[in-house]
């Protein structure tokens, strides 16, 4: 089945009961809204990532404005918008990353306990559990090791919330310092990031897969 026979499917089940704002009860899901949104981001944008935004209305105007995935109509924005909206906030808070006494840097042996707010954590399928004093050595270390790893965690610079290291931004180049010096200051949000880079003078703003070696010794 082709694209638009989806869609005209699809839009035979969407009703007109979206505001401004959007509602994201049960109600709007049992209208078939919710599918919808799954359909389209499964067929035409995976690439697509709510937690890029800082709002629903700002998601939405952004898929509206720019055709980010292709051009669709104002009834398929907004179900697009609307499911991976709900995605975003449905995600489970991730636990406070711990250290002890004990804990050192995997890559400089620095006591980790000195700057808890800036330790970055690696696990791997086997159960190893490596933990650093920043993002800087942390890369250091992911670049050499990439094979098994089943997580990666960050702390967001503002909030200090533990952040799937994959999906966040980092700021380079800024006047804030780490332990080790120049640092990567991780945020949750693309928005923060940039309010960061501003007031802290950062030379670049990117995603984790835009991250490489050579940045990582750039910096040191």
């Not at 790893?149 to 702390?155: D, E, G, R, S, Y």
């Not at 310092?177 to 880079?197: D, Q, V, Y």
Request: some cysteine; overall charge positive.
């Amino acid at each position: 089945m082709n694209t638009l026979k989806i869609f005209l499917i699809l839009s035979s089940l969407f009703t007109s009961l979206l505001s401004a704002n959007a509602s994201y009860s049960q109600t709007i899901k049992e209208k078939k809204i919710y599918p919808m949104g799954r359909v389209i981001h499964t067929k035409l944008c995976t690439t697509l990532d709510a937690k890029r935004y800082e709002s629903y209305d700002e998601l939405l105007a952004d898929i509206q404005k720019k055709d980010i995935c292709t051009k669709l109509s104002k009834k398929h924005s907004e179900a697009l918008a609307i499911y991976l909206w709900d995605k975003k906030n449905a995600i489970k808070e991730l636990p406070k990353i711990k250290v002890t006494k004990q804990d050192k840097c995997s890559i400089c042996g620095m006591y980790l306990y000195h700057h808890p707010n800036w330790v970055a954590r690696i696990t791997y399928a086997k159960k190893e559990v490596y933990s650093f004093d920043g993002i800087k050595d942390m890369l250091k270390f992911y670049f050499k090791k990439k094979k098994g790893i089943q997580n990666i965690w960050v702390q967001d610079y503002y909030t200090l919330k533990t952040l799937d290291a994959k999906n966040s931004f980092y700021v380079i180049g800024s006047d804030v310092l780490g332990p080790m010096g120049n640092e990567f200051i991780a945020f949750e949000t693309l928005e923060s990031a940039k309010n960061f880079s501003l007031e802290h003078k950062g030379k670049k703003l990117l995603p984790f897969d835009k991250l490489t070696e050579k940045i990582v010794r750039s910096i040191e």
